[in-house]
């Protein structure tokens, strides 16, 4: 990969470096952000570091406007879940507020400038049904078909994506972070008796600062949606730099991570941060997660390629010739990791022939992209 | 240097390479396409706007055609901005009509420094007539005559209302887009304006666009004052009418009409407001361009700065960014 | 509903009005969920008391209509058409203290 492929992470790695960019960088610098959806990550590295002044005229309406982007989707977000979690409320049990609107509700760094593209909430298995027909009075319903809708019912560690027919937010109801099928098998009990409460709300919980890492992990390494692999990555290495400065932190989150059965997510996820965003992982930290998680021999260069070209922003200017057969190896690899092969063939059928399941997901995203991203799509004033 | 200061065949070796950099109102467009034709309708269509020197581009786009075996029985254009594609392709023959519709969505879901509206806006003495858009409002054919007449052409789609001069609204001078029966109405009513290309079958019908007067793009950096808001209804046959109508109700219409009034919030909602307080507000039905375009002439100059706008202007707090 | 039930607009979820004299229509804007709702100049006038305080239906009443007796029907009137409505659109809510 050439260095105008990965001169997004570069600069993300240092922002002080933001203060010297010349007009034609910042051009490439600018769209490859956007097509990351981390501009208006770039925005709050901007203004955290004080560099506004440094920015050529022409480029700031770029970073203002995806702020304000970003503010508009923190706001909805915070808006969703104040309903969510009333209407939830009845149920009398813990809801888990899991990945992008846990960083918002619990006042991360990780919130900072950045979109949205779905609320993602956990409830224990028992409580599932009920908790579909609470919010089916209140307007979320199904937007799955019905192949997907028992694809998912079946298979999955979530309920098809539930969306507000006014709003048309999209909210994943999981009870666990991973399939009932796949491989590693981490415990929601552990997850759930480990979340910390969230000031405000009685119901309310985000999962522990190792869990949350392990999750975020789990997400973007067992998961084929790469188009965020950037984003995901960059939250990762926000969450290590935030919860990082606590040593207690390094200290359990190894053990946590084998405890949990997600120590191969976790040793990709410090090796990628560090290698690609210069994360500060401690040394020892490293090597015992490398002990536990790293794969062996060919396999461990092999995931390296693979990753160092899905993870980059997804931009022509960061594609070799190569990146194609290595996203469609990971999305091969995601479902292998999800099911037993048993079950993967007839799914993989079923996609080609009828219905794409998880490429007509990212459609029904990517439709909400061209009318204003995500999640405020279609909110016109009625 | 403008456009059109290059050479066809010049300009179709940038669009091939490294692309051409022009002006369009206040943004930079970069172009580069491997289609045969495109530079002659860009010459045509964007002929006068100024060539940039900068080298930041706000939007890098491409027109190509798609791989696969249809290019050869069914020629098909697509659209890209930085490898991404808002719309499904289109056949060769709308290349320019989506070009146009590809820089429309690169504006109006990326550049939330403006409150942007669907809809035309002139300029006549400084003062700007906004005319939403309703689908088959007939805004496009009245937008059109007006600039024929002497209005200066501030924008046919995307009306980019300030957030930091209350109530002022920016020009983006681009070709005006006419449907079906309006290109033969402007043909004849107005025979020295440049049209381009004609689209046959597209999702809107038949389209060829108009292209803005030079002196439009001339005096592309100077906004006008928002002062009357028109809602347009071509009615065959009828005569012109100008009623009044409130302007709580044309807020609501204006917020509809809207690409980012929600992503802006309450600056977004202090932004429509300041332009509510400076519009008087008609409902218009017309058939006849000779007999509306008098009317609307004499509608504005008659209006002046109104009390409004000097009361607005003096208790205007100015929206912040919270 | 019983007689203690106050009504406010929850500042979480501030309003936003235009209006515009001699008009009998005002716009109503809730930036937190983007709604925007085209309302009667009577109901804005309620919204606008509710977003100053929380209040009963009967001080609503008492201060929309200070010399008129709240009685039954006229506050079933305006708890059916005004508040119980406005809650159902997310404007404002009920604390039953």
């Given amino acids: 990969m050439d260095k105008q492929a990965t001169l997004l992470f570069s600069l993300l790695a240092r922002p002080q470096k933001l203060a010297d960019l010349d007009m034609p960088t910042w051009d490439v610098l600018i769209r490859q952000a956007r097509n990351a959806d981390l501009l208006g990550r770039v925005y709050e590295l901007v203004a955290e570091h004080q560099l506004f002044d440094a920015v050529p005229l022409p480029v700031r309406p770029h970073l203002l406007s995806a702020r304000r982007v970003a503010r508009r989707h923190t706001a909805m977000v915070g808006f969703e879940l104040g309903n969510l979690l009333g209407i939830l409320a009845k149920l009398d049990t813990p809801v888990v507020v899991l990945k992008g609107a846990a960083y918002v509700l619990a006042g991360l760094p990780a919130a900072a400038g950045r979109v949205f593209s779905d609320i993602d909430l956990m409830v224990a298995k028992e409580h599932l049904d009920e908790a579909e027909k609470l919010l089916k009075i209140q307007a979320w319903v199904a937007s799955a078909d019905s192949y997907d809708d028992k694809y998912y019912r079946k298979w999955m560690h979530e309920l098809p994506p539930l969306q507000h027919l006014k709003r048309h937010t999209l909210l994943d109801l999981h009870h666990a972070i991973l399939p009932q099928t796949a491989r590693l098998k981490p415990d929601s009990d552990k997850l759930f008796a480990a979340a910390v409460p969230v000031d405000g709300y009685p119901n309310a919980f985000v999962l522990c600062p190792q869990d949350m890492v392990l999750h975020s992990a789990t997400h973007l390494f067992h998961d084929d949606e790469f188009k965020h692999g950037a984003r995901d990555l960059v939250d990762l290495d926000t969450l290590l730099r935030y919860f990082g400065k606590d040593d207690a932190f390094w200290q359990s989150l190894v053990s946590r991570g084998e405890t949990m059965d997600l120590s191969r997510p976790l040793y990709y996820a410090l090796r990628f941060c560090q290698r690609l965003l210069d994360t500060p992982v401690p040394e020892l930290v490293m090597a015992q997660a490398a002990r536990l998680g790293r794969p062996v021999g060919p396999l461990a260069w092999l995931m390296d390629k693979l990753f160092e070209r899905a993870l980059p922003a997804d931009h022509p200017m960061c594609v070799d010739s190569f990146t194609p057969l290595a996203k469609w190896l990971l999305y091969l690899r995601s479902h292998y990791l999800r099911m037993p092969f048993h079950l993967l063939i007839p799914h993989l059928l079923h996609k080609a022939f009828i219905s794409p399941i998880n490429a007509r997901r990212m459609e029904k995203k990517a439709e909400n992209r061209p009318t204003i991203e995500g999640l405020i799509a279609e909110n016109k004033a009625p | 240097m403008i456009v059109a200061d290059y050479s066809e065949e010049a300009l179709q070796s940038l669009i091939a390479g490294s692309g051409l950099r022009f002006d369009v109102g206040p943004f930079v467009v970069n172009l580069q396409s491997s289609l045969d034709n495109f530079a002659a309708d860009i010459r045509l269509m964007y002929g006068t706007c100024p060539l940039s020197t900068q080298s930041f581009a706000d939007f890098h786009v491409r027109l190509d055609q798609p791989f696969g075996l249809r290019r050869w029985f069914r020629p098909q254009t697509n659209f890209t901005q930085d490898g991404r594609t808002p719309f499904k392709p289109l056949p060769l023959e709308q290349s320019f009509a989506m070009f146009e519709w590809g820089l429309n969505w690169c504006v109006s879901s990326q550049c939330h420094q403006y409150l942007i509206v669907h809809a035309a806006v002139v300029e006549r003495a400084g003062l700007a007539l906004i005319m939403p858009a309703p689908p088959g409002s007939g805004k496009s054919t009245l937008c059109a005559g007006l600039v024929a007449r002497g209005w200066r052409l501030l924008t046919d789609e995307?009306?980019?209302?300030?957030?930091?001069?209350?109530?002022?609204?920016?020009?983006?001078?681009?070709?005006?887009?006419?449907?079906?029966?309006?290109?033969?109405?402007?043909?004849?009513?107005?025979?020295?304006?440049?049209?381009?290309?004609?689209?046959?079958?597209?999702?809107?019908?038949?389209?060829?666009?108009?292209?803005?007067?030079?002196?439009?793009?001339?005096?592309?950096?100077?906004?006008?004052?928002?002062?009357?808001?028109?809602?347009?209804?071509?009615?065959?046959?009828?005569?012109?009418?100008?009623?009044?109508?409130?302007?709580?109700?044309?807020?609501?219409?204006?917020?509809?009409?809207?690409?980012?009034?929600?992503?802006?919030?309450?600056?977004?909602?202090?932004?429509?407001?300041?332009?509510?307080?400076?519009?008087?507000?008609?409902?218009?039905?017309?058939?006849?361009?000779?007999?509306?375009?008098?009317?609307?002439?004499?509608?504005?100059?008659?209006?002046?700065?109104?009390?409004?706008?000097?009361?607005?202007?003096?208790?205007?707090?100015?929206?912040?960014?919270? | 509903m019983r007689a203690s039930t106050t009504w406010f607009v929850n500042p979480v979820n501030p309003l936003f009005f235009a209006a515009w004299p001699g008009e009998d229509a005002v716009v109503a804007y809730q930036s937190t969920s983007g709604d925007t709702h085209l309302i009667s100049a009577m109901g804005a006038a309620v919204l606008e008391l509710l977003q100053a305080a929380p209040l009963s239906a009967e001080a609503v009443f008492k201060d929309l209509f200070p010399d008129e007796e709240p009685v039954a029907e006229a506050l079933a009137t305006l708890r059916n058409n005004f508040l119980i409505h406005f809650e159902q659109l997310g404007l404002i809510e009920k604390s039953l203290s």
């Fill in chain 2, 158 to 322: 995307l009306a980019l209302v300030s957030l930091e001069q209350p109530g002022e609204v920016i020009a983006l001078p681009r070709p005006i887009s006419l449907k079906n029966e309006s290109i033969d109405v402007i043909r004849e009513f107005a025979p020295q304006q440049v049209i381009g290309p004609i689209a046959h079958d597209t999702a809107k019908g038949t389209v060829a666009h108009m292209a803005a007067p030079p002196e439009s793009i001339r005096r592309g950096t100077e906004t006008a004052t928002s002062r009357l808001l028109i809602f347009p209804k071509y009615i065959p046959g009828a005569s012109t009418s100008i009623v009044p109508r409130q302007k709580a109700a044309s807020f609501m219409e204006l917020a509809e009409q809207s690409f980012n009034f929600n992503v802006l919030g309450e600056l977004g909602f202090q932004a429509l407001k300041q332009v509510l307080d400076n519009c008087d507000c008609y409902d218009l039905s017309y058939s006849d361009l000779d007999d509306v375009i008098p009317a609307l002439e004499q509608l504005i100059d008659a209006s002046g700065a109104s009390p409004a706008l000097d009361a607005s202007l003096t208790n205007s707090g100015g929206a912040t960014d919270g």
